[in-house]
């Protein structure tokens, strides 16, 4: 009965996508409404934004919500294709989402195989893991590593050297995966490291929703008394009961950067609660967010536990991706073994890799982008970034940033969302946005 009235909603009111430049006159505003709020849809329109690298500087959200943007330096987006393809990919999120089936997963193909590995952190771990794949044949197509709190998680996407495919014998496969898990296990833990492959299609969850579910999964948010939180502004969050309204209101003050709302929505999403309501405003520097929400059986938070769970998990998924250190950008020729070759002279010159994206262009260029710091997490010497300059080489290598650390902030990223009026029965939703650098 559930499913035939909300059919009977998106036939009366179906959804709807409105691109306006004319009605901010410093953003591009982006309204999505919706006959029918479905757990995750909020998500996965954050989601088509920031992978089109736009930053929401103010929303109305209510169940229900909308949107505003503009681009890193506080301008309207102006290119006409680019404002056809967001209310294009959005309308074609939005009819996916407001159906009644269930989101469909990857299908098996021969594009790729996928590794995903969580463990403990530990310098040289990188390049462990990439000297392990280039001996075996295997060329990284692409791959992101996060570390956070002493543990790693890699989504990496390879192929077989020879034949640009998957790799399919299952002995080779089962021989990869126990060398890349022994590589994870090193010394040993205090947790056992996982190592998981499969032949998979480019699609699938997203690559930076399943690095935070990785890391989730391993409790990344359970600090040791070791390591402690070096940026320059930890992300302070507060969870209170609103009883009169049955909500639970989760407030977020931290320092702003790309991508911010989508690790903050994804976090509790993926912890099965679902936003209602909220307020985020953006200053110069610092994000302050603050969501209406339940479980997604309809209940506030009932216990202190929960609610201190909730505070942990926001932090780790804010801190995930406010890595601080050095950046080095390296665009070459790709071949078999680079990555290895890379990541040795980084370990080699005593620097540590604290996050890495790897990617391959169609045309053969390998672009690989490494967060580093020295061993003891601290601020990398010039000398050393010299030295790899001239092993690796002074046209590939770019150095991004200060070699003193600082908080992973861009220059003139400004984000808010703001979460407004409930339009009853209706998912409403409008984005003011820009298009960011980052």
Same mark, same amino acid.
């Given at each position: 009965? *559930?499913?035939?009235?909300?059919?009977?909603?998106?036939r009366?009111?179906?959804?709807?996508v409105?691109?306006d430049?004319?009605?901010?006159?410093?953003?591009?505003?982006?309204?999505?409404?919706?006959?029918?709020?479905?757990?995750?849809?909020?998500?996965?329109?954050?989601?088509?934004?920031? *992978?089109?690298?736009?930053?929401?500087?103010k929303?109305?959200?209510?169940?229900?919500?909308?949107?505003?943007m /503009?681009?890193?330096?506080?301008?309207?987006?102006?290119?006409?294709?680019t404002?056809?393809?967001?209310?294009?990919?959005?309308?074609?999120?939005?009819?996916?989402?407001?159906?009644?089936?269930?989101?469909?997963?990857?299908?098996?193909?021969?594009?790729?195989?996928?590794?995903?590995?969580?463990?403990s /952190?530990?310098p040289?771990?990188?390049?462990e893991?990439s000297?392990?794949l280039?001996? =075996?044949?295997?060329n990284?197509?692409n791959?992101?590593?996060?570390?956070?709190?002493?543990?790693?998680?890699?989504?990496i996407?390879?192929?077989?050297?020879?034949?640009?495919l998957?790799?399919?014998d299952?002995?080779?496969?089962?021989?990869?995966?126990e060398?890349?898990f022994?590589?994870?296990?090193?010394?040993?833990?205090?947790?056992?490291?996982?190592?998981?492959?499969?032949v998979?299609s480019?699609?699938?969850?997203?690559?930076?929703?399943?690095?935070?579910? =990785?890391?989730f #999964? *391993?409790?990344?948010?359970?600090?040791?008394d070791?390591?402690?939180?070096?940026?320059?502004?930890?992300?302070?969050?507060?969870?209170?009961?609103?009883s009169?309204r049955?909500?639970?209101?989760?407030?977020?003050?931290?320092? *702003?950067?790309?991508?911010?709302?989508?690790?903050?929505?994804?976090?509790?999403? /993926?912890?099965e609660?679902?936003?209602?309501?909220?307020?985020?405003?953006?200053?110069?520097?610092?994000?302050?967010?603050?969501?209406?929400?339940?479980h997604?059986?309809?209940?506030?938070?009932?216990?202190?536990?929960?609610?201190?769970?909730?505070?942990?998990?926001?932090?780790?998924?804010?801190?995930?991706?406010?890595?601080?250190?050095?950046?080095?950008?390296?665009?070459?020729?790709?071949?078999?073994?680079?990555?290895?070759?890379?990541?040795?002279i980084?370990?080699?010159?005593g620097?540590?890799?604290?996050r890495?994206?790897?990617?391959?262009?169609?045309?053969?260029? #390998?672009?690989?982008?490494?967060?580093v710091?020295?061993?003891g997490g601290n601020?990398?010497?010039p000398?050393?970034v010299?030295l790899?300059?001239?092993?690796?080489?002074q046209g590939?290598?770019?150095?991004?940033?200060?070699?003193?650390?600082?908080?992973?902030?861009?220059?003139?990223t400004?984000?808010?969302?703001?979460?407004?009026?409930?339009?009853?029965?209706?998912?409403?939703?409008?984005?003011?946005?820009?298009?960011?650098?980052?």
């Open positions: 009965m *559930d499913d035939e009235f909300a059919k009977l909603i998106r009366v009111n179906p959804p709807r409105v691109v430049n004319g009605a901010c006159e410093h953003a591009t505003f982006i309204q999505v409404d919706m006959s029918v709020n479905k757990h995750g849809i909020l998500l996965e329109l954050v989601q088509v934004l920031s *992978d089109l690298n736009l930053n929401v500087i929303a109305y959200v209510s169940s229900d919500a909308g949107w505003f /503009d681009d890193n330096h506080g301008n309207k987006i102006t290119d006409e294709d404002l056809i393809y967001v209310e294009k990919t959005l309308e074609t999120k939005v009819r996916f989402l407001n159906s009644v089936r269930s989101s469909v997963g990857s299908t098996p193909s021969k594009d790729h195989t996928l590794i995903e590995l969580t463990g /952190d530990r040289g771990l990188v390049s893991l000297a392990v280039a001996d =075996m044949g295997c990284v197509v791959a992101e590593i996060w570390t956070h709190n002493a543990r790693a998680a890699a989504v996407h390879v192929v077989d050297h020879s034949t640009r998957a790799i399919q299952p002995k080779r496969v089962s021989m990869i995966k060398l890349l022994n590589v994870m296990r090193g010394d040993g833990g205090v947790r056992t490291p996982s190592a998981r492959m499969l998979s480019p699609g699938g969850t997203h690559r930076g929703r399943r690095l935070h579910q =990785m890391l #999964a *391993d409790r990344d948010f359970e600090r040791p070791d390591v402690e939180f070096k940026s320059s502004k930890e992300p302070r969050v507060s969870v209170l009961d609103c009169d049955d909500y639970t209101v989760v407030t977020i003050r931290c320092l *702003d950067r790309p991508k911010l709302l989508f690790d903050t929505v994804c976090c509790l999403t /993926d912890m609660y679902v936003v209602f309501h909220g307020t985020v405003n953006t200053g110069r520097m610092e994000a302050y967010q603050e969501y209406y929400i339940r997604v059986d309809g209940f506030p938070i009932s216990s202190e536990a929960e609610q201190q769970r909730v505070i942990e998990c926001l932090e780790a998924a804010i801190e995930r991706r406010t890595t601080e250190g050095l950046e080095l950008e390296i665009v070459t020729d790709d071949r078999l073994g680079l990555l290895s070759d890379i990541t040795r980084i370990r080699e010159n620097l540590c890799i604290k890495a994206e790897i990617s391959t262009s169609n045309g053969g260029k #390998a672009k690989d982008s490494f967060i710091t020295d061993v601020s990398v010497d000398g050393t010299e790899i300059q001239k092993e690796i080489g590939c290598l770019k150095v991004k940033g200060s070699p003193f650390l600082s908080p992973k902030l861009p220059k003139e400004s984000r808010s969302f703001l979460f407004g009026n409930l339009f009853k029965g209706r998912s409403f939703q409008s984005f003011k946005l820009i298009k960011s650098c980052s």
